[in-house]
């Protein structure tokens, strides 16, 4: 079947610690995206990226970094500088057809701090 | 201002009843507008995409647009509780092919 497929669905971050999310998608879109929810909030855009080895910050880069190595592939890392972490991050593609650019999601990926 | 606005609510409905969500956004480039559904702790489920000015209806879901006003809006006709969840309203300039998303409207539908 294809999706998007993320992982781990829980992880913990120590302080100081980097740690990495993981997305991969089957749906051979060119676009792909990082986003941010919080309760009570709507999504926040972190990165995206509209081809391989090229990606733009979004509206909260800030303590991010991500890759696109690959067309399937957009690991987010979140590094020891973002100081407040704990949120659902929800990773998403879209081809760029005009009218056909639906966006669709992983399954999320729930970010604690120990 | 925000890019799409939405009253967060939360909306309550009894069930078989028409519930009526809003959507508004700021740019008038905005060319693509979406409605997600999303249950508490899942990700967001594409229900339906709306491009032209007009209504769009697929089963018990009908879109509508109005580009001039700016405004976007959801019915759910014979709510059911399996529609209780938080609906959020997308649009996406296609310049760059960034969404924009409102913060949500949660909507209970009450057996």
């Known amino acids: 079947d294809g999706g998007i497929t993320q992982s781990p669905k829980y992880l913990f971050r120590k302080e100081g610690q980097n740690v990495t999310l993981s997305c991969e998608q089957n749906l051979n879109h060119d676009a792909m995206y990082w986003y941010r929810q919080d309760p009570g909030q709507g999504l926040r855009l972190i990165y995206y990226?509209?081809?391989?080895?090229?990606?733009q910050k979004g509206d909260i880069a800030e303590g991010y970094s991500v890759s696109r190595e690959k067309k399937e592939s957009f690991p987010l890392t979140v590094t020891s500088a973002q100081k407040n972490p704990t949120a659902f991050y929800l990773c998403a593609s879209s081809t760029q057809r005009v009218e056909n650019e639906k966006l669709f999601f992983g399954s999320g990926t729930q970010l604690s701090v120990l | 201002q925000k890019e799409v606005e939405q009253n967060s609510g939360p909306l309550s409905v009894p069930e078989g009843a028409i519930a009526s969500l809003n959507c508004t956004y700021s740019?008038?480039?905005?060319?693509?507008f979406f409605w997600y559904r999303q249950y508490s702790g899942k990700s967001p489920e594409l229900i339906m995409s709306i491009y032209s000015n007009g209504d769009k209806e697929d089963g018990r879901f009908t879109a509508q647009l109005n580009k001039a006003s700016q405004y976007v809006s959801l019915l759910i006709r014979d709510s059911q509780p399996s529609d209780s969840a938080t609906y959020l309203c997308?649009?996406?300039?296609?310049?760059?092919?960034?969404?924009?998303f409102g913060t949500g409207t949660s909507l209970t539908v009450i057996p």
């Open positions: 740019d008038r480039v905005s060319q693509s």
């Open positions: 997308a649009v996406n300039k296609f310049t760059g092919n960034q969404f924009y």
């Open positions: 990226s509209q081809i391989v080895n090229d990606f």
